[in-house]
């Protein structure tokens, strides 16, 4: 071997032995990275393994809390209610004592009756036959009469509570059968007019067209009450009824003069004569009453232009009318009568104001003039017990007009009145020491109360009722009657879990 082989031969060697250990150091680096790779990812999985072992653990602790609580809040309540059963309890022992007591007494009470009565046994033994028989009959005879005095009362006040009952459910059937609506109208008559320039005209030259107007008419024009408006004022109100249209019709034609006013006040007249006819003829349709004479008629026409207590009195008579056949027909009477005897009964409220009659008497002589039955003319005169009621029909009238009068909202005077009304009654409650809070319900006519249960007790509640109704009847003015209701209410509530 020569000399350059043996040095290539050790170079390759070297160089062979060179690069197996570069290979080896780069295979031992691949593999220490490996190794420490899945280190690291080995680590990360048991972190996050015990970070889910410890997370289950927290919610388990928060879970075995929250039990430790509810049972806890329910150890509470069970207590709270031992507590009060114990009252109840205490309560319960304190009745027993007071009934063992009671007992007690019953029985030292029974012992002194059966030493007396064992005394009358012997005195009895000594008695003839005859005297034991007349002794005993006078103790039946005092027996009986106790057991007859308490059947009758019995008997009597059931039989009272029973008509009472009948009576109330009739009249509720026959309110229940009919529902009308509530007329509210103003009481004052307000013509508009197109602009302030009439007022002049209707004035006239040195007021002449005005007191033409207020001479044909009987009502007095205010000028000065708000503009582009008069009001008619009259305490007539069919006069003021033909004032108004005697006044549109003036301005809608636009001559006003004395002739022109004259012509204009006649034509209106004859107007509402015509209405007044035709707003009796309906009523009478309506109600299908056959027979009534022509002046009575003309009078009952005119109540469709009166208001007492802003109700249309014609509206007032028609619905009392029903009411009265209603209630006659419940009763087995005749319903005819009753119903003109309703329709009648405020007829006087159209006459003229002369003479010093109620409208009840005035009313009643004008049935009786134009051939009414007598019947009906005494319930006419009768409905406000100014005379004698001599018939059932009366009753019925007083009892429908009652309920056509007071019923809740039918006379309202205007919704500013009604307003202050139920806050004047609702302040007078509130004013009463306790009071937590008052309203006024079915229009007014019924006053709850609701007091505070922790300073005011049931004799407590009783003395405010009283109080409210004595401020209300010295201080307000209504119609009817308004029923003051107090509660005092205690509520107790427990939750279940």
Known sequence: MNTDTIITFSLGLFF????????????????????TQNAEIGVKQKRLELEEKIAKQVIEIQAKETEIERKLFASNELEREISLKAKVFLKKENEFLKEQKFLDEAKYDAKKLQRFYRLKLHQITQMSQKEARELLIEATKKDCENELELLRREKLGRSESEINEEARKVLLASMQRLSSQAMNDATATIVKLPNEELKGRIIGK????????????????????????????????????????????????????????????????????????????????????????????SSLGRLHFRLSNNQNTLEHSIEVANFCALLAAELGLDPNKAKRAGLLHDIGKALSEEGHESHAIAGAKLAKKCGEDDSVVNA???????????????????????????????????????????????????????????????????????????????????????????RIENELTYTGSITITVIREKRFSETAL
């Not at 295979?27 to 490996?34: A, D, E, F, P, T």
């Not at 305490?235 to 006044?247: C, K, N, T, W």
């Not at 006379?411 to 020491?433: H, N, P, Y």
């Open 16 to 35: 062979g032995v060179a690069a197996y250990i570069l290979i080896s150091n780069r295979q031992l680096r691949i593999l220490r990275k490996n190794l």
């Open 206 to 297: 040195e007021g002449r067209n005005i007191r033409t107007f207020e001479h044909a008419t009987g009502t007095t024009l205010m000028m000065d009450e708000s503009p582009d408006s008069v009001l008619v004022s009259s305490f007539d109100p069919v006069r003021r009824e033909v004032a108004r249209l005697a006044l549109e019709s003036l301005i809608r034609d636009g001559r006003i003069h004395p002739a022109s006013i004259e012509e204009s006040v006649k034509s209106s007249e004859e107007e509402i004569n015509v209405s007044m006819f035709e707003f009796a003829q309906n009523a009478v349709r309506e109600l299908r009453i056959n027979s009534i004479a022509p002046g009575i008629l």
């Open 380 to 470: 006419i005169a009768a409905h406000h017990k100014e005379v004698e009621a001599e018939t059932v029909y009366a009753s019925l009238v007083m009892i429908a007009d009652s309920i056509s009068a007071t019923r809740p909202g039918v006379r309202t005077s205007s919704v500013d009145g009604f307003l202050q009304r139920v806050r004047s009654i609702e302040s007078i409650a509130k004013e009463q020491k306790g009071v937590h809070e008052a309203y006024a319900i079915q229009a007014g006519k019924e006053l709850r109360v609701i007091v505070k249960p922790d300073q005011v007790d049931d004799d407590g509640s009783q003395h405010i009722a009283k109080r409210i109704r004595s």
